[in-house]
Every structure is written in structure tokens, then in C-alpha cells.
């Protein structure tokens, strides 16, 4: 190996010496470039895009309610983790099955089918594990938009992946946004389905009362009590209803808030439960229960109608001196907080009234049911004890169809709630493959192979420690002890200068 600095004349020398080495190295790595480019699968990719927007949080989730500008960016990373995890790819594996079923071009899906030419797909596992490698999610930089995309060597398979994926996802997250809205709705069903059932009961009981005691008549006035009877039961039951929701509801708002100030926390509950505020709401569950009675008479010769309105009016300025106290405690609870905090401290105030006015609601109707039961009392016993059946079948009935109402309700408020993604466009079949890159490939070949040639000549030179020049033996510093010239042949020389 010849030591020493080259010069660019020794570079020119050498790639002169070894053009041909050159050549060949460089035309076999251009050929192998080519084949492989020309050879190589086509793979197709497809892209759906979907828009997530902005979830409305709950304020006990997150107390800074979006105000982090980097909340959207976290969110949009996490839901693309759910596209791309295990449990999500199962349900995308069991649609592309189930669109493989029936889909008329099987020869088209070699993803899914289990061989080439069979009308038999692979399991669950199978594709779901695959699809890891084929599925990708990629936000669009400083936007809310996902683009969802699909490989396959199908173009036709490559779109449908693709959308199946968009689809799916969008079902898991409605599921998800809906998840309150069912639960709420399936405990209004529950307790439906539970007051059908004991109107059902209360209906053969006051029947085999009926047939064994015969034909029992009430006159007007006692039909009124039973009736009113009724509707405070119903009004009782409803009212238990609504309380169940609202403690545990205080319960989470309390529980939040004391994370943060546990000292507003006991400050608004003596503030919310002051004397004059529970005065208040007694007045006012009373002239409430006051208004319903009277608008339940009938055939009596009372103006009902100005009775009603009379309490209105009531009820209205009592309400005002309410609010006004309540805006006082909001104002005080406010001051020198955060707004998370006072977001938090408000739902806490506004429930905690809520709770209380139900309290005071229901035990004013106790003690309104509990007069006009001793009105019962004064009737016969047969009579009595079928005015506690129609009582009893009256109240369920309201209390059920109530609670069918409100199922109702769930039942839109679910429906409507379609989540938070948007398939803003559907993959299309692609009309070009997206790899390989052939033409590219081919470049890269044009450019490797004269590197490369070049790159083995230079390794080749270094560990060659031939003399090939005479400044070879100058640049080592050989010592030179002749020169043997080269001389042509007595006959060469001849046969040149016959050749003159």
C-alpha cells in the first residue's frame, strides 16, 4: 500500500487505468436497479379524511376547559391511538369480512381472502394483525383533520380499508360521545318497565277486590281526594326521581371543587343552606303544591283560574328574592378565583339550590298526602281499601307516563348525539400505484452505480502497494539504483521503417 497525498492528477490516472471496471460495475448496478423497478408489486394507497373537533368537555374532567391551546393537538394524537389499537382493528377486520361476503369481486381483496381464488376469508385475528402494517393516521399539521390511509397491491381493497376504517372509528367515537345519554335512557327504561309492572299488579289486585266485594260508587267529592291523592304520589315519585340525580351529581361537583379549594367548598354549602334561603324555598314548594290542588278541583265554584294566577304572582316574587340571593353567593364564591374554579363553583351553587328545593318539595308533598289520607280514613272500609287501589293505579300510571316521557327524550337526545368526527371525504380507488417508485429507482441506480464503481476502485488502489509511475517511486522516497530503458526490438524496428 502506497502512502502519500494523491493529487488530482492521480484521481484522472486512476479512473483512466480502471474505466473499464468502471463501466461494468456501474451498467450491472443500473441493470439490477431496473429489474428490481420493473419487477417489483405495485402498491396502492388510498386516503380518507376526517374531521375531530373540538369535544365539549365536561367541567369536571378538565377544569380548564380547552383554555390550553395544545388541548385539540393532545386530543387528535390520542384519537388517532384508538384507530390504530388491537380493539379497533378487530371491528374494521369484521367489517372488510363482512364486506368481503358479499362483495362480488373477491379476487380483488387478497388481504382478506385466505388464498388466491378462495371465497373463504382469513379470521378476525388474522387480518386485524395485518392491519397494523397497512393502516396509518396522520394529522394535517395545524388543523383538526385526520387523513386515514390504506395499502394494499388491490386498489379496490386499498379504498375500501380505508373507508372502512374512517367508519368505524366514527361509530366507536359516537358510542363513546352517546355513553351518558344511554346510560341515561336505559335507567329510564328500567324504571318504566318497573312501574308497568306494578300498575299491572295494582290492576289485578283492585280486579279480584272488585269481583269479591261487588260494585263500590264514590261521589264527587271523594273521586277529588283519590285524584289529588294521585297526583301527589306521582308528583312524590317523580320528585324522588330527580333527587337521586341530583345527589350524585352534587356529589361529583364536590367533590372536584374540594380538589381545588376545599374551603369553598364548605363556604358555599353554609351559604347555600342559610336559614332565609330554606325560608324560601318552604314558601315556595308550598304555594307550588297549593297551585297544583287548585288547578286539580273540579266542578267547584271557585274561580280557579285567578286562584292559580294569584299564586303565580307568588311564586314569581318569591323566585326573585331567590335568585337575588343566590347571585349574591355566586358574586362572593367568584372573587379573586379562577375561572375554572368559579365555572365549578357555579354549577355548585345552582345544584345545591336544586337539591334543596327538591328536599323541601318533597316534604311538603308528605305532609300534603298525609292530610288528605286522614280524609280517607272517614270512608268505609271496603271503600277504603279500593280508594288505596285506584290511589295506588292512578299515581303509577302518571308516574309511568312520565317516565315514558322522559325515555322519549333520551331516546332523541341519544339519537341526535353523533359524536365528534366528520368523514369529510371517502377514499376513492386509485388510479396510480403509490409504490414503488420506479422511475426514482432507476435514478438512484444511474447515480449509485458510478459511486459505487469508484468507491471499489479507490479501496481496490489503497491496498495495492504496486509501483505503476515514476512519481510513484518520488512520492515514497524509493531509492533508485538505475533506470532500465525499454528499448523496441532490432526486428520491430525494421518493420517500422518498412512502414515509412
Known amino acids: 500500500m502506497l502512502t502519500g497525498t494523491k493529487s488530482l492528477k492521480d484521481y484522472i490516472l486512476l479512473l483512466k487505468n480502471n474505466l473499464k471496471h468502471i463501466v461494468i460495475i456501474s451498467l450491472s448496478i443500473i441493470i439490477l436497479a431496473s429489474i428490481y423497478a420493473f419487477l417489483a408489486k405495485s402498491v396502492y394507497t388510498s386516503t380518507a379524511s376526517v374531521r375531530v373537533t373540538n369535544p365539549q368537555k365536561n367541567v369536571l374532567e378538565d377544569g380548564r376547559q380547552n383554555a390550553d391551546n395544545t388541548f385539540v393537538d393532545r386530543y387528535i394524537v390520542s384519537e388517532m391511538g384508538v384507530i390504530g389499537n388491537f380493539a379497533t382493528r378487530k371491528k374494521i377486520a369484521q367489517a372488510l369480512i363482512d364486506s368481503f361476503e358479499v362483495s362480488a369481486y373477491k379476487d380483488m381483496l387478497p388481504l382478506i381472502s385466505e388464498r388466491k381464488g378462495s371465497n373463504s376469508s382469513k379470521s378476525v385475528e388474522q387480518i386485524a394483525g395485518m392491519l397494523g402494517g397497512i393502516i396509518t393516521a396522520e394529522q394535517n399539521p395545524g388543523t383538526d383533520v385526520v387523513f386515514i390511509s390504506a395499502e394494499s397491491r388491490s386498489p379496490y381493497e386499498s379504498a375500501l380499508v380505508s373507508n372502512c376504517t374512517a367508519k368505524e372509528y366514527q361509530k366507536i367515537n359516537t358510542i363513546v360521545s352517546r355513553e351518558k345519554l344511554t346510560s341515561l335512557r336505559k335507567f329510564l327504561d328500567d324504571q318504566a318497565q318497573e312501574k ?280 515514497e522516497e524509493i531509492k533508485l539504483l538505475t533506470w532500465i530503458p525499454h528499448y523496441k526490438s532490432i526486428t520491430k524496428l525494421k518493420d517500422d521503417n518498412l512502414g515509412f
Open 196 to 475: 308497568l309492572n306494578e300498575l299491572r299488579a295494582i290492576e289485578d289486585s283492585m280486579m279480584k277486590f272488585q269481583e269479591k266485594g261487588g260494585i263500590i260508587s264514590f261521589d264527587v267529592q271523594s273521586t277529588n281526594i283519590i285524584g289529588q291523592l294521585s297526583n301527589l304520589d306521582a308528583q312524590k315519585e317523580a320528585i324522588k326521581i330527580e333527587l337521586v340525580t341530583s345527589n350524585e351529581v352534587l356529589k361529583q361537583y364536590k367533590f372536584f371543587l374540594r380538589k381545588q379549594d376545599p374551603q369553598l367548598v364548605e363556604y358555599l354549602e353554609s351559604q347555600t343552606s342559610q336559614a332565609y334561603i330554606n325560608a324560601l324555598q318552604q314558601q315556595l314548594a308550598e304555594l307550588q303544591i297549593n297551585r297544583d290542588i287548585a288547578m286539580s278541583i273540579k266542578g267547584s265554584n271557585v274561580d280557579v283560574a285567578s286562584k292559580v294566577k294569584e299564586y303565580d304572582d307568588r311564586i314569581a316574587e318569591l323566585k326573585q328574592k331567590l335568585n337575588s340571593t343566590i347571585r349574591t353567593i355566586k358574586a362572593d364564591a367568584y372573587s379573586g378565583n379562577p375561572e375554572q374554579v368559579r365555572d365549578l363553583a357555579q354549577r355548585l351553587i345552582e345544584e345545591e339550590i336544586k337539591n334543596s328545593s327538591l328536599t323541601v318539595q318533597l316534604e311538603q308533598l308528605e305532609a300534603a298526602t298525609g292530610k288528605y289520607e286522614g280524609n280517607l280514613r272517614r270512608f268505609p272500609k271496603a271503600s277504603t281499601i279500593l280508594s288505596q287501589y285506584q290511589r295506588e293505579r292512578e299515581s303509577l300510571q302518571q308516574t309511568y307516563l312520565l317516565l315514558n316521557e322522559r325515555y322519549q327524550e333520551a331516546m332523541i337526545n341519544e339519537a341526535s348525539e353523533s359524536g365528534n368526527v366528520v368523514i369529510l371525504n371517502p377514499a376513492v380507488i386509485p388510479d396510480t400505484p403509490s409504490k414503488p417508485n420506479r422511475l426514482f429507482i432507476i435514478l438512484i441506480g444511474f447515480m449509485l452505480g458510478p459511486i459505487v464503481s469508484f468507491a471499489l476502485i479507490l479501496i481496490k488502489d489503497h491496498f495495492d502497494d504496486t509501483v505503476k509511475t515514476p512519481d510513484d517511486i518520488e512520492k
